[in-house]
Structures are given as structure tokens and as C-alpha cells.
T-cell receptor, first 114, second 112 residues
Framework: GDSVTQMEGPVTLSEEAFLTINCTYT??????LFWYVQYPGEGLQLLLK?????DKGSNKGFEATYRKETTSFHLEKGSVQVSDSAVYFC?????????????FGKGTHLIIQP | NAGVTQTPKFQVLKTGQSMTLQCAQD?????MYWYRQDPGMGLRLIYY???????DKGEVPNGYNVSRLNKREFSLRLESAAPSQTSVYFC???????????FGPGTRLLVL
């Protein structure tokens, strides 16, 4: 079946540090890939997405590139802020898959210290 | 434009009690979903509705039923709650199958 593996954390960084959260996947078909962010007490918000190999999704200074050869979609940001503290979920959806839902990783808790 | 709304925000049940979680969206989306979120497990799909009048099982449907009441509303029912159903429940919607999903704020359920 489809699955997503990501580092679980918590990941603790200082403000202005460089961020990488690793995400790798296995999929039965050709997936679309997503990063969602969940701030404390809130629902999930779409951060960025990519629908085909070599696409780069970007938003709010975050980037991730769809790497089919390494089945990865790592999230990066050059300089994090305290306001980026949240839980980040990598997810995939296989086009034409049976159940039309997202397959999520377990989430990475990111803590940014001033 | 409220997006996806869920009620209640928090609920405590005793084992064997029943309840219905409500979800509504005002984005005129065709597809709606119910997920549960457990610590260390990420989110898992319970049921979804690709369009009004259809519902299908997801990864973890046992112990739940759903109703797509109309295009806006998609409810999740627990007929006889069990402690294993203690979780945070999220509703989501998308314009169509395969499009970006938008999530509600969640319902935190505790079953004693």
C-alpha cells in the first residue's frame, strides 16, 4: 500500500536557522505530494504541493521538490521564525487510487526558539 | 466565508453512548472526508463522499457511519462509542476528487 515516512521530532531550532524536514514515500501509482501545517489548536492548512516529478512547491518561504528518483519530498526553509513552530505533515494522494483520501505521515513537531 | 466548520469542538462520552459529529462547508465543494488523528499515527481516512449521494469507506471505517445530508453537510456517527475511538476528528472538503483538501478545526472526542 501507499505510505509516507517523515522524521517525527520534535525538531528544535533557533530562530533564523536552516530547516529541513525529510519525507519519503512509497506509492502504488503516480502520486501528488503535499505538505500540510497544523498550528496549535487548529486544523491542517495546505502549505504547498507538487503534482509531478521535478515540480517545486513553494509558499511562505518554504520549498519542497518532488524527486521521483529518490521518492522524496523534503521540506526546506532558509531562515525559520518563532511563528513557524507547528506540526508539519507530509502527505500523498495517488491519482486513480481506490479510496479518495490523503495518506499522511505521522507528523513532525517543529519548535523554534528565539 | 467560514470554510469548513465542525461541531462540537470537544465532547466526552461514556462507553456505549452514541453521538454524531457535524461538518459543513460553504465552498460549494463536491467531495468531503472524515479523518481521525491519533498521537504518533498521523491522520487516517475513515470515510469519504466523492459527491452528494455517495459515500465510501476509507482506511479505518469500523465503528462509524456517515451521512452526506446534502452538498454542504457530511456527518459522522458513532453508534456505540469505545475508548479506542478517543481521538481528534477532522472533516475536510475538496472541489472534486483529487483536488486540494481543506480542513476544519477538528473535534476532540474522549470516550471513558
Amino acid at each position: 500500500g501507499d505510505s509516507v515516512t517523515q522524521m517525527e521530532g520534535p525538531v528544535t531550532l533557533s530562530e533564523e536557522a536552516f530547516l529541513t524536514i525529510n519525507c519519503t514515500y512509497t506509492a502504488t501509482g503516480y502520486p501528488s505530494l503535499f505538505w500540510y501545517v497544523q498550528y496549535p489548536g487548529e486544523g491542517l492548512q495546505l502549505l504547498l504541493k507538487a503534482t509531478k516529478a521535478d515540480d517545486k512547491g513553494s509558499n511562505k518561504g518554504f520549498e519542497a521538490t518532488y524527486r521521483k528518483e529518490t521518492t522524496s519530498f523534503h521540506l526546506e526553509k532558509g531562515s525559520v521564525q518563532v511563528s513557524d513552530s507547528a506540526v508539519y505533515f507530509c502527505a500523498l494522494r495517488v491519482r486513480g487510487g481506490g479510496a479518495d483520501g490523503l495518506t499522511f505521515g505521522k507528523g513532525t513537531h517543529l519548535i523554534i526558539q528565539p | 466565508n467560514a470554510g469548513v466548520t465542525q461541531t462540537p469542538k470537544f465532547q466526552v462520552l461514556k462507553t456505549g453512548q452514541s453521538m454524531t459529529l457535524q461538518c459543513a462547508q460553504d465552498m460549494n465543494h463536491n467531495s468531503m472526508y472524515w479523518y481521525r488523528q491519533d498521537p504518533g499515527m498521523g491522520l487516517r481516512l475513515i470515510y469519504y463522499s466523492a459527491s452528494e449521494g455517495t459515500t465510501d469507506k476509507g482506511e479505518v471505517p469500523n465503528g462509524y457511519n456517515v451521512s452526506r445530508l446534502n452538498k454542504r453537510e457530511f456527518s459522522l456517527r458513532l453508534e456505540s462509542a469505545a475508548p479506542s475511538q478517543t481521538s481528534v476528528y477532522f472533516c475536510a472538503s475538496s472541489e472534486a476528487v483529487g483536488e486540494t483538501q481543506y480542513f476544519g478545526p477538528g473535534t476532540r472526542l474522549l470516550v471513558l
